[in-house]
């Protein structure tokens, strides 16, 4: 399982945690459309690229 390190203890918790069982540090979640928007981008700019 993937590990991550969190940035209140510093200790090495999954990766899909939504908190840090240790500290209780809450790993922030970016809303699903700025994931959206970002994927687009990236595309949008390989694209440009490439052409």
Do not use: H, N, T
């Not at 999954?14 to 500290?23: G, I, L, N």
């Not at 790993?27 to 699903?32: A, C, E, G, I, K």
């Not at 959206?36 to 949008?44: D, G, H, Q, S």
């Amino acid at each position: 399982m993937d590990k991550r390190e969190c940035p209140g203890c510093a200790m090495e918790v999954d990766a899909d945690a939504e908190a840090c069982p240790v500290c209780g540090y809450e790993f922030p979640r970016q809303p699903l459309s700025v994931q959206i928007a970002a994927w687009v981008m990236i595309v949008l700019l390989i694209l440009w690229m490439v052409l």
